[in-house]
């Protein structure tokens, strides 16, 4: 870890000493919002921001994020988060309560194309990205410098389709070995084997260079150039085992007009491309996304 | 009232008999959420949706909107505003609790240029705009004919600065006559004065024909025009007794440029006033929005 | 006509008496702009707006469109179409000539949703629309007394796909009969056949509810809903075989998130839906777009 | 100049050998653009892209920017630049006319926040923004690793309102020493004197952190915090002696809502700020603005 961030991170960690987030799903019924509001307020825990949102009023599914502030919250942490089993059990909840302070770790893969890893970095460096970026993978050397330059173990994996297995195998070590919350795929142009996204569900972060379901698939600005198309985009999603068919994090568009050939498409949509990512992956670096039967909720 | 709006409402009202809404402001401390979420629960209500913002977790002011659903809440909704006083004294609470089928009553002004008045009609037959249109006040004769094809009552009272007083006069005798809660001004030429302020805060809602504060007071397209901006805009705000001062609901622009006459501008910033206000109106009358030194909080 | 729509329509052939536009679209080559340019002064005429591109400098295509001020263009205008046949010979241009005060004949499609058309009607009664709306062709009754307001002839004429071929020919007639330069379909919800699009080239307006080429086909905010996207669009686009497959004029969107069901996906997708199809209209009737290729060039 | 860039750019030169640009204004009457094109065409060259503006068809001015492709241009350019000295005699025109291999020399002034800097090297690099980049000036030092990391020079000139003469002295040697076409305030958060504006007319352009005219002067973002507005924007112009008066180039926003504090308000700016100003130096690099009457045409 760089100095740099080293002392972002501490300031970062002092000032959200005490603050919390708390994110919930169950089937909807009168009493949720009393039960957990209670169990904050037991811990003397102060509701800071508050999202809820339920599909359907009648046997529908409920979803809130709660971030808080508690008074010594490091030292409470871990009684709370037994405590809140039982409230849990109660209501059928899948949830997540996380201390704000314990910061998520970020693997980076990236193939040529450094435009996206560039905006992540920039972010992270301007401490808008509060991650500890652990590792960054590539199956390409462009990016080693200003990995390195930064402090940040940079790993050059050689990947094709003949050999994924092995490649995969090595990645997942990593992954291991770095105990990662998040893997963000900034232009990672190798596809990803079942076998990864099982191990990783909800945790990669892709940006597909389309607004989609326009042009799935591969070279989307030459299916959009040749289309005709007045309005070119990008969309940030979670990888499942359906090529560009996962849960929708954000999305983006810019005008264009006949004047734009294909590599004018690619210059406008590197922008978009850069924006919609690092707005994806902030927000679930906040836990603000919950995934539901393929589609977000983005509170 | 018509016979398709009062369809309309009666349908409305039916699917909405249950349906209610909270707003509560009030000094920032644990425990708000709690006692509110508990307060709910014990009449069997379901929150719905919910949004919660605090200026400041120490110390600041904590603002939530909470629609929920309560079985027979018709019953049951004059005793839960009694009740919930205890309550609000608690927290020294501002608050309003509104049954949705309660259909607030709107009077729209508006002078020679109809297009806002129009936009308003338009989304209120639609079913969009849900509000009992009860009168339209008018210094000029335009919009008589689609004001009455609809059945609304209209009212011209012709108006100059010299009579200002008489014709405020007449029409607070008609806002009170028609139980008014809402007024929307859809490009009504007339300063207001401070006495008719006075008797309708935070329920006068303007669309003005810029993105302010830029260009405040008169003749916003041509001082555009003059000073080569590249974007225009509009803003709708409650009035208050600074001219063009008031708190901000809504804003939105468009991108010209040098060809845009000032003729251009105004017709592409009739379309922006046009949406600008109806969603503005929309949010009010879903009590989306709170008003917190001469800023608006939209939830 | 009405007699509201003649003297608009008189006001504004007075004032473009003098006005206009050729479009040309030529294999590029040195010395066309000269060749266009010299031609014009010839005439006396003052080139007030040009605009040109070509796809490529070397072997490819070249497109202009220029507007201008000719005195006396009423008495010249047959005399200058004559003389360009011999420049754009000399060319292989294909090309059109048009005096402004030619104003075109439009007859407009729809079906049971009106919020396209009537979008269309409102830019037509405040003059930003500038074209004979000649008659209206519906399958369903419900437009009939908007339209007939406006002394605009409508026809109701039952269609499905049974009995396409006699619809479409009673269509054909009308549009013969009243002289129709353009078709706007307006949300028609009924299947064209190629010989009804062979017979009108380049002449039909569609506006389709997704930012094509996503959810091509039927039910396309449906699709979006279950989908998850955060933005919905329209796209306008002139008809050919292929459904959903012609040359793209105009496309926008609109931002939603997770609360949108599909009833609310369609309200604020027929706001998109208007704005979008009113500008490709308007393009269109002001000789703005030129296709090549499956694709516009809008100038 | 870095290898890296001396390589990028004799590419840039190779690739547009032939290529050249013509601004032309004047005022409108018949036979300008006859008198161009013969002109371009007599030299064999192609007209690649033409844009033109009239302001007002009788007694305006006339605006036209051509790009062509000439057959050794090289050679020819210092005499059709001799021969349009006629032409532009005749029609009193300003004009030049630039081959693009003669790329532009810009400075880059800077103070310690260096998003928009870097928003612009990173252009640079990629390709994006051709230029060569002489040298940054800065009052501050925290710009200097980066700078000089790629080879470009840096300078250190502190600088407050007491010594502005000095400063203003030392910067003008430099620019003359650089030979400096350009010169852009990459958020330089000094004022500069009437002396050094008038040194440099419309060759200075500024990123101004606010949609101007709103929050003209200093602290906009705390002002746009203060008043509450639900759009924050950022406007690029050329630097006249007016503060913040000077002719806009490009205009951008982005929506805000009530959680944004002034701290979130200048990271969503930081990031229009970029863009704003990438785009108007592109523009202004690739001759796309003239500036007419204190407004700017963007062709």
């Not at 770095?178 to 076998?195: E, S």
Request: net charge negative; charged share 25%; glycine share 4%.
């Amino acid at each position: 870890m760089s100095s740099f961030f080293k002392n972002q991170l501490e300031q970062f960690q002092e000032k959200n000493q005490n603050r919390g987030r708390l994110l919930v799903s169950c089937p909807d019924q009168p009493g949720i919002v009393a039960a957990i509001s209670q169990f904050l307020f037991s811990y003397n825990a102060n509701i800071i921001e508050s999202n809820q949102y339920s599909t359907n009023p009648e046997g529908g599914r409920f979803f809130i994020r709660i971030e808080f502030e508690c008074p010594s919250l490091k030292d409470k942490a871990k009684d709370m988060k037994q405590q809140f089993v039982e409230i849990a059990a109660q209501f059928s909840m899948e949830w997540s309560f996380r201390p704000v302070f314990e910061v998520k770790r970020t693997a980076i893969f990236v193939s040529k194309e450094l435009h996206c890893l560039l905006e992540l970095l920039w972010e992270w460096q301007s401490g808008d990205l509060l991650t500890d970026i652990a590792l960054v993978i590539s199956n390409h050397e462009e990016a080693r410098d200003v990995v390195e330059g930064l402090n940040i173990p940079f790993y050059y994996i050689p990947a094709n389709k003949d050999i994924r297995a092995e490649v995969e195998a090595k990645q997942l070590q990593l992954l291991k070995e770095h105990d990662i919350d998040v893997i963000v795929l900034a232009r990672y142009m190798q596809i990803l084997t079942p076998n990864f996204v099982a191990a990783n569900p909800n945790k990669i972060i892709n940006i597909h260079h389309s607004f989609l379901p326009a042009f799935i698939g591969a070279r989307p600005y030459e299916r959009a150039y040749s289309r005709g198309v007045k309005l070119i985009g990008a969309t940030s999603h979670y990888v499942t085992n359906d090529l560009d068919e996962g849960p929708i994090i954000e999305q983006d568009i810019a005008r264009v007009d006949h004047r734009s050939n294909v590599e004018a498409l690619k210059k406008i949509g590197r922008s978009i491309e850069r924006s919609v990512l690092a707005r994806a992956v902030k927000w679930h670096l906040e836990d603000r996304v919950i995934v539901h039967q393929n589609k977000t909720i983005v509170f």
